[in-house]
DNA sequence: AATGAATGAGTATTCATTCAT
DNA sequence: AATGAATGAATACTCATTCAT
């Protein structure tokens, strides 16, 4: 009985229907949080049934782990590609290279990288590009500007790039355990932070 | 017979109900993360019954962004007081003494900050501390000082520092709307990355 | 230490209370049902505490029936006015003027009726079947059968007959919204008890 | 092997889980009443899980409209075969049928219909003043004063009196218990009918 | 009489995961 | 490989009622 010998299969390469998966998921998370998105939804977005899941993946957080590891990788090959261009000894360009490079993966992937290493609160959203932390930091900077103390095209700019920058070596586990490895860290903050206005830091 | 003229009242004022409650919220969400803390866990935390909650926090979200506020506010009044202390034209040590307060803040929150601005999802807990992105620029950074391009005393520092300034500039909501808002967003990164190892930017 | 000796006493005498809890009662059931008021409401309706309450009321069940009670007693009161209003001997008179006092009774109350005798299924089961309402209709149908004005085999029966389809036409929203269509409705009222009881209506 | 070949499936036609639910809805709500009545005591009773519950229906309300639904559907298609019954001419006759064979339908009911209209607010705000059954006596209504077998000024109006008169006196506690009493009963409203219409009750 | 902080039992609803077909 | 009906643990939130002051 070949009713219908050529309809169209329901059964898929399993690399396909992996893929299907994970862009209705990406899709998803990016919409409306990874919290906020049940295994029924992407499924529904595949077009296929609850179950068929679980022929993929374990759980939400297999999904998001995989998401993560292609959207970094991505990125990474785009960064050992712009590095790679520039000559042996062109150091300068190589980290010019990699900062653009990397900017453009995240940009390109357009939100993907928020909850690709971090989980996305709506609420707090903003909180770490907007909050009075960076305000302040943003005033001490254009105020220093106005006087010449040092050159800043941007203060807020600025502000945002330095407090993120510093969250993210403070945030660091296991940082800090020591007295001194709390005095090295906040040296090295100081330092940094002062490179990044252009001056040089006291002990040179 | 004045048993217990001192005995507990049962009911305190709000304020400290209030603060009670707070307490065990942020040993809980320190501890187990915010989304595996429960209602319930935070009001036995706090020796009161699970409706006394709701006298004084409409949901976990609430008490979430109370805890945050407090602690914002810590940090910022810690900052203000720093910089506060340096004479009016030292801007150096007003930027020196903005960094220092605020990592003081933050390490002596220890933790807190972490979901202070973002959801803690444990598995991604080191994800913008440790990563191959990160690992990659590290190693960039080295190869560079080894051969004098610029100046590193730890390039896992100065890895971390920048990527984390990196996410977070690029992660402003709206930012890098048009072609030519990004391409300056990209140049406003690049600059800052070259200063923070010490090179001038390309266009000075 | 005469310091507020004419500040208004937070003390009323309980009669007066206990109006003010039930008036704030019923403009809330009236509003939003029986069911979705909360104890809380009604104190806070009547400006007084929680605990207020239950100095006057043992539950909301308590002021549900209390106002039950009121509303029937004066909707009661009417009729019996009306009703004695008429000549001995004139028994069409005497239910054209129950049919009418009843139901003005009704419509004044405006949507009372509705919950008094609706909204409270176990303790009203026999709300539309059982009442000093239909008592008194059932005893009037009694007697003019009695003395042959009219015949009925069922007073009881008949009443309870009647009472129902009155309360019925006058729960129907938006009816009686102006004088005319009120008129015409207790006309209509009126013309249908006369049919029952096998009375040609005035009009024809 | 064949020891349960028959072995009962775990997974049922939505159909047949649906109708058990709503078999076992209907059981508790007359028996406890909808309020007391809990989702799980209906899962409980249907042999479901908790979660099956909500397969087939989105809340407690959502069950209690699809069993008013039904069973104001049943009741009309019971009043319509019986009116049809008559010939075309008997208008009386149909009356009396369509008077007949909605109190047999709520007798039958056994308590139904109190909780299918009374005990529902919100949605049932109207349930006694508009729906099919009265759309369909108020339709027989106009058409018999068409016909000139009886004068009714407003159908509509007669219509809501009639059917709420009915639902009044077949809803009382006890009544129509035995086989004569429920005859007696049957036999007095179709007279009530009758004579709201202007007709001799056919013993007369 | 009045207060209002505190209580905690009671329940609807969600959703990841399983498994018989 | 795929399905989707069924499961049931997990939890936030409400609100009538109490009682120490």
């Given at each position: 009985?070949?009713?219908?010998?050529?309809?169209?299969?329901?059964?898929?390469?399993?690399?396909?229907?992996?893929?299907?998966?994970?862009?209705?998921?990406?899709?998803?998370?990016?919409?409306?949080?990874?919290?906020?998105?049940?295994?029924?939804?992407?499924?529904?977005g595949?077009?296929?049934?609850?179950?068929?899941?679980?022929?993929?993946?374990?759980s939400?957080?297999?999904?998001?782990?995989?998401?993560?590891?292609?959207?970094?990788?991505?990125?990474?090959d785009?960064?050992?590609?712009?590095?790679?261009?520039?000559?042996?000894?062109?150091?300068?360009?190589?980290?010019?290279?990699?900062?653009?490079?990397?900017?453009?993966?995240?940009?390109?992937?357009?939100?993907?990288?928020?909850?690709?290493?971090?989980?996305?609160?709506?609420?707090t959203?903003?909180?770490?590009?907007?909050?009075?932390?960076?305000?302040?930091?943003?005033?001490?900077?254009?105020?220093?500007?106005?006087?010449?103390?040092?050159?800043?095209?941007?203060?807020?700019?600025?502000?945002?790039f330095?407090?993120?920058?510093?969250?993210?070596?403070?945030?660091?586990?296991?940082?800090?355990e020591?007295?001194?490895?709390?005095?090295?860290?906040?040296?090295?903050?100081?330092?940094?932070?002062?490179?990044?206005?252009?001056?040089?830091?006291?002990?040179?």
């Amino acid at each position: 009985m070949p009713e219908n010998s050529v309809s169209k299969p329901r059964t898929k390469p399993p690399e396909e229907r992996r893929d299907e998966l994970m862009a209705a998921a990406e899709r998803l998370f990016l919409e409306k949080g990874v919290e906020q998105t049940t295994i029924e939804e992407i499924t529904t977005g595949a077009g296929v049934a609850k179950g068929t899941f679980y022929l993929h993946f374990s759980s939400k957080a297999d999904v998001l782990q995989a998401l993560r590891a292609r959207f970094v990788q991505a990125v990474l090959d785009g960064i050992v590609a712009a590095v790679g261009g520039c000559r042996e000894e062109d150091w300068r360009g190589k980290l010019a290279a990699w900062s653009t490079a990397c900017a453009t993966g995240y940009l390109d992937a357009a939100g993907l990288h928020h909850f690709a290493f971090v989980a996305a609160p709506p609420a707090t959203r903003e909180g770490l590009s907007r909050n009075i932390l960076i305000d302040h930091l943003s005033e001490l900077i254009a105020d220093g500007a106005g006087e010449n103390a040092w050159s800043a095209d941007d203060p807020g700019f600025t502000a945002v790039f330095l407090f993120n920058a510093l969250h993210g070596v403070v945030n660091q586990p296991g940082i800090a355990e020591t007295t001194s490895a709390r005095a090295e860290l906040l040296r090295a903050i100081e330092a940094h932070f002062l490179r990044v206005l252009g001056l040089r830091s006291g002990i040179d």
